[in-house]
C-alpha cells in the first residue's frame, strides 16, 4: 500500500516538476532550493533554511515537515551535516522513508491496528507487523504542510488531519513550529486541537549521524539515555506491557556507551526480538524540559547532540533495517545502522495499555509537546 500511495505521488510530482526553475544557489549543505520547489496534490512544496547567529543551517521542507539536513561544527571547525536526507522532493517521493519527518497522527505503533475510545472501537492500516506504524501508510511524513517562514530562524507548519484519516476520529488541527537558537539548538514545537476524542503522539524521526559521514557507522558513538527503564518487545517490534529495568542488561546507558558494544548479543532476547536497538526507554527526566534526556557524541568529530523533552519516553532506533537501499545526498548510500533516531514520545500502544501515559485528546483541550535537539562540540 505505501509503495502504491507513493508511486502516485510520484507521478503527479513528474508532470509539475517539468515548471521547475533552474538550478540556482546551492544551500551551505550542498542543496538545491529549485529541486524541492513543485506541486503535489495542489500542494506547493519548498525547501525552507533556518540560520543564527553562530553560523548553524538547517533546511527544512513542508513535505513531511522533514528536517533536510542540519550543518554543525565539528572540533576542528569544519562544518558536518549530521541527518540523512535527500537531494530533491522526487527523490522522497521516489524512496518511501521517514528520514527527518513529523510522524503523525500517532508515532510509534499501535498493536493490531485497532484501538478503542470512548466504547468505539477504531480499525488502522496494518502496516508493520500486523500492527499500525508511524501513523499508516498516509501518516504525516507524506502530506504536505502549510508553510510560513516567520523569521530567519523560525518556521510554522501547519496540517488539518481529518476526520477518518488512516482511521483515526476527529479533525485536528496541527501546528509544528522549528525554531533555531543562537546556541545551536533545533526547538520543536507541537500543538494539536481536535473536533472529536481521539489520540496524539507527534514526533520527529530524524536520522542523526554524528560523524558528518554516512559511510561511517553508528558503533563507536557514546550514547547516554537518563533512564532506569524500558519497555520490551516481542518479535513484531510491539510492546508487551511491561515496563523493566535496564540495570545489568545491554539496555543501560545511563553513563556513556559504545552503541556497538552490545548491539549483536545473540543472548539477550531483546536485542533479537529489536534486531538491535529499536526500543522505549523510560525517561528520568520527568517531562522538565530542562533536563537532558539523552546524549549522543562522535568520538572522531566531537560533535555532541543533547535531547530535552517534555514527553515521558524516547524510542532509540539504531538504523537496523537500513540495508545499503537508499541512495541518500550527493549520491552516498545510506549503509547499515550509519545513522540513529532519537524519538521523543509517549509510551508505544499506549491507547491499548491504560497504565501508561495517556495519548487521548478531547475537544476544548489543546495537545502540547516539545523537543529541542542541541548540539556542541567536546574537543
Known amino acids: 500500500m505505501k509503495k502504491t500511495f507513493f508511486a502516485a505521488l510520484a507521478a503527479t510530482l513528474l508532470l509539475a516538476g517539468c515548471n521547475e526553475a533552474p538550478v540556482g544557489k546551492l544551500t551551505e549543505s550542498g542543496l538545491d532550493k529549485a529541486k524541492f520547489e513543485t506541486e503535489i496534490n495542489g500542494k506547493k512544496t519548498d525547501l525552507y533554511v533556518l540560520t543564527n547567529s553562530s553560523g548553524m543551517e538547517v533546511c527544512i521542507t513542508n ?11 565539528d572540533k576542528d571547525g569544519q562544518k558536518k551535516d549530521v541527518v540523512l536526507g535527500f537531494d530533491s522532493i522526487q527523490d522522497y517521493i521516489n524512496v ?5 519527518a513529523v510522524i503523525g497522527r500517532y508515532g510509534n505503533r499501535i498493536g493490531n491496528g485497532t484501538f478503542e475510545l470512548d466504547g468505539v472501537k477504531y480499525d488502522l492500516p496494518k502496516n508493520n507487523f500486523g500492527h499500525t506504524l508511524h501513523g499508516g501508510d498516509k501518516g504525516y511524513h507524506t502530506v504536505v504542510f502549510d508553510a510560513k517562514l516567520a523569521s530567519s530562524n523560525v518556521l510554522e507548519l501547519t496540517y488539518l488531519s481529518k476526520d477518518g484519516e488512516e482511521g483515526f476520529p476527529g479533525n485536528l488541527n496541527v501546528k509544528v513550529t522549528y525554531i ?22 507527534l514526533t520527529n524521526h530524524s536520522y542523526f549521524n554524528m560523524d558528518g559521514d554516512p559511510n561511517i557507522t553508528n558503533s563507536d558513538w557514546l550514547l547516554t539515555l537518563h533512564a ?4 520490551p518487545i516481542d518479535s513484531t ?12 542488561t545491554p539496555m543501560d546507558f545511563r553513563t556513556p556507551t559504545a552503541i556497538g558494544s552490545r548491539i549483536d548479543d545473540a543472548s539477550f532476547v531483546q536485542l533479537v526480538n529489536g534486531k538491535g536497538y529499536d526500543h522505549n526507554w523510560v525517561l528520568n527526566t520527568g517531562g522538565d524540559i530542562n533536563k537532558v534526556a539523552a546524549t549522543v557524541e562522535s568520538p572522531k568529530t566531537g560533535i555532541v547532540l543533547d535531547v530535552y523533552t517534555t514527553e515521558p519516553g524516547i524510542q532509540f532506533y ?9 541512495t541518500g545526498k550527493k549520491g552516498i548510500v545510506y549503509k547499515h545502522r550509519t545513522a540513529i533516531c532519537l524519538e ?14 495517556t495519548t487521548t485528546l478531547r475537544p476544548g483541550e489543546k495537545y502540547t509537546g516539545e523537543t529541542i535537539y542541541k548540539f556542541s562540540v567536546k574537543k
Request: glycine fraction near 8%; proline fraction near 8%; hydrophobic fraction near 30%.
Open 63 to 73: 513535505l513531511g515537515g522533514r528536517i533536510v539536513s542540519v550543518m554543525v561544527p
Open 96 to 100: 518511501p522513508s521517514n528520514y527527518g
Open 180 to 201: 533555531l537558537s543562537d546556541d545551536n539548538a533545533i526547538q520543536i514545537k507541537y500543538e494539536a486541537e481536535t473536533d472529536k476524542p481521539t489520540v496524539v503522539n
Open 228 to 231: 532506569d527503564q524500558y519497555t
Open 237 to 248: 517490534f510491539m510492546t508487551t506491557g511491561e515496563i523493566l529495568t535496564v540495570e545489568n
Open 318 to 326: 539504531a538504523g537496523n533495517f537500513m540495508q545499503g537501499t537508499d
Open 344 to 357: 521523543t514520545q509517549k509510551y508505544p500502544d499506549t491507547p491499548n495499555k491504560k497504565d501508561w501515559p
